[in-house]
């Protein structure tokens, strides 16, 4: 089975390429959509294949050589694949996530210019991630990496006839290099210090970690290269400094950014520690900055997400923030516990995706039904839309009562994981778990404000389009159902054993993180009672998150209003995301807009077109002197010969 | 006696006269025959040394000059026929287009 690899990146190549040059000529949405889907889903199918022969397989690590890349001296670099029980959750959650968005946009993108230009992108996407996930070596992990960095520029820019796509595109993808960056400075590193210290010439995932104790454990060197690889992460993860882009990515289409946004692209970069687990686990100093970075986005993040009106935006916020979570449960050596929040966390959050999704689309219907321009994705335009829209309703409530962590469903195992082992471990402390838990109640709260503005209480939507709210298609409504039920469902893979689970994801997952936990003896220590008691601490916080927001949200509207009167400032403060796009333009672009325009005015104007205008300017004036030597007259002409034959003659005989 | 050295006086003072009458003399035909003045005062010498050193490739070689200066007089007096046809001139300080 494991031959068949290739098949999974190649479907989606496959429906990229065709919808890319033939889609305008197809024009039937239909055709487009279903070429894209079931390209898609073909990957699926073998995903799903290879995943059960993994299952029943005793040898958990398989590469497949497709091809030779290059080969220079000791270095040889393919294009191969590797399965693992890491990579092989991956390419589940990618194609079966990507699957169910797939057939979700052919109901949500119908009628829109340039169909086919869509499904080329998304499943140009897939294609990349699928690339990420499945390369055995880190060059091809770096195409796939940049291949989805380009896909997530393509389609937040998809309306690109509107400027805040195009600049919202443009800073995702900007932001996105300086992460970049630092990854192929990690990567060089490593290579350079293996190659020249150690003669071991290679970038090859599973070389890499067999030679990891070559490092010295804790030694600047490992240290370096795991920040810098960080720091790629963290481009790409949307996590504190860069993960300004995440939330300005809502511009795109909704089906991007569930799939994009929040189900696959952004947490490559937890998968990519998670690959490298073997190296970061040999860097303390960067397993505390991780954790304090992740645990630092979880509540800043969520501190954002509070006051925010646009629904999209408050599940962008909510993403970096649960992504924050996970880096936390990296930092901490939980590198089980991060990969199974990274599954959940698709499941729930692509789900809640689809739903505002479905919510803007039927606001969208009724404003275009009674012509209106009102911002169909503003909440406060919103409310009472659960009776309206009873498959979305429930389907996102039950993901946000996921994401809130209510024991029973997926987000709950997960999240308590992750709070544990940031508790217990001993890479943990009790601070990061203070910080992770009061960021689960702000998560709950903030989740459950966006359910009770949007779905309960009076409807606020202009009274001309409230009676033309419908429910979407099925199209639309079959990927929710599926979703919300992998949101309950999905947990249930790792019910951790104080609660009488057998926490499957722990022994699937063995194989790659097992060796690392145990030479670095990475372990969380406590007794049963302090597990029980934090986890009772943790539901007592989201409940009383879940209760706030229901009071000032449906029992007493009034609320709010008066809160944001007490705390002006403050409130101002968050809504304007703590003014970290201000601060950022002031510190960093500006200035490099500023060093632009000189170079540009200052050095390129003045010097460069100094130089070349000069020398024109030169041989024009030397020109202007010597042609009233050309007088025409041929006598002078031929006393110039005589002259010079004079000359020769002289320096003959004299010279 | 007169030696191979008169000869070659001669022809220099042949050759300066004609070249100072090229260039300063303004009429073409003057300045056409300062031409031939020169040509033969090289004709001149060549015969001389030939004469001297008892070798014919000196005389042979007078005879291609003035072959080429036959030629050269069809075509340079063909030339001043149109030039006086057209500028009604042959003062060569009149042709003077061919500058800036």
Redesign the interface.
Known sequence: MYDKLWLIPFFPLLGSVINGLFGKKIKNEKVIGSIATLAIASSFVVSCLCFFTLLDDKVKIHQQVVASWMSIGQLQIDWGFLLDPLSALMIMVVTGVGSLIHLYSIGYMHGEEGFYRFFCYLNLFCFSMLMLVLGNNALVMFVGWEGVGLCSYLLIGYYFEKKSAGDAAKKAFVVNRVGDFGFLLGLFTLFWYLGSEHNVWTVNFVEISQNAHLLPAGGFVVTFVTLCFFLGATGKSAQIPLYTWLPDAMEGPTPVSALIHAATMVTAGVYMIGRMNGLFALAPTTMMVIAIVGAATAIFAASIGLAQNDIKRVLAYSTVSQLGYMFLAMGVGAFTAGVFHLMTHAFFKACLFLGSGSVIHGMHHGYHHAHLHDDPQDMRNMGGLRKKMPITFVTFLVSTIAIAGIPGFSGFFSKDEILWWSFGSNHGSWMLWLVGAIAAGLTAFYMFRLVFMTFFGEQRTDPRAKDHIPESGLTITIPLMVLGVLAVLGGYVGVPAILGGANKIHHYLEPVFGHTIEVNHIAAHGSHSTEIALMATSIAIAVFGIFLAWLMYVKKPELPGKFVGAFTGLHRTIFNKWYVDEIYDALFVNPTKRLGTFFWKGFDVKVVDGIVNGVGALVNLASKGL??T??????NY??TM?LGVIVIAAFYFFG | MISVYHYLVLSAILFSMGTFGVLTRKNAIVIFMCIELMLNSVNLSFIALSRHLGNMDGQVFVFFVMTVAAAEAAVGLALFITLFRNNETIEVDQVNLLKW
């Open positions: 042609r009233y050309q007088s025409g007259l041929v006598q031929a006393m005589v």
